[in-house]
């Protein structure tokens, strides 16, 4: 099992960036396919960005590519996600989540463990 902590979220203003971070504890953490999920109030939660164990392969939201960058660093156990650009409809809780798996990466349901979220405002 692991405990993932979600950090770095906050207020800012479009255009402006975040770097969240989301530490792990538990079994080793290069074994888990890492990704990032939002949820706006009252819509359902969507992916954002995801990354393979080793950090080699990641995979975007059209919505976010070209703005949003995920990495990770596996001697901290820690998932970054860099957000430039920000635009008011990213606001949203943000959460990230671990996966055992080799596929569906997507998807809520492709992950086995979430870590409480961190909100993030973008004020026009």
């Known amino acids: 099992q692991v405990q993932l902590v979600a950090s770095g979220g906050g207020l800012v203003q479009a255009g402006d960036s975040l770097r969240l971070s989301c530490a792990a504890s538990?079994?080793?953490?290069?074994?888990?396919?890492m990704g990032w999920f939002r949820q706006a109030p009252g819509k359902e939660r969507e992916f954002v960005a995801a990354?393979?164990?080793?950090?080699?392969?990641?995979y975007y939201a059209d919505s976010v590519k070209g703005r949003f960058t995920i990495s990770r660093d596996n001697a901290k156990n820690t998932v970054y996600l860099q957000m430039n650009r920000l635009k008011p409809e990213d606001t949203a809780v943000y959460y990230c989540?671990?996966?055992?798996?080799?596929?569906?990466?997507?998807?809520?349901?492709?992950?086995?463990?979430w870590g409480r979220g961190t909100q993030v405002t973008v004020s026009s």
């Open positions: 989540a671990a996966s055992t798996g080799y596929g569906g990466f997507s998807s809520p349901s492709g992950y086995d463990y």
């Open positions: 538990g079994r080793t953490f290069s074994s888990y396919v």
């Open positions: 990354i393979r164990r080793s950090g080699a392969t990641t």
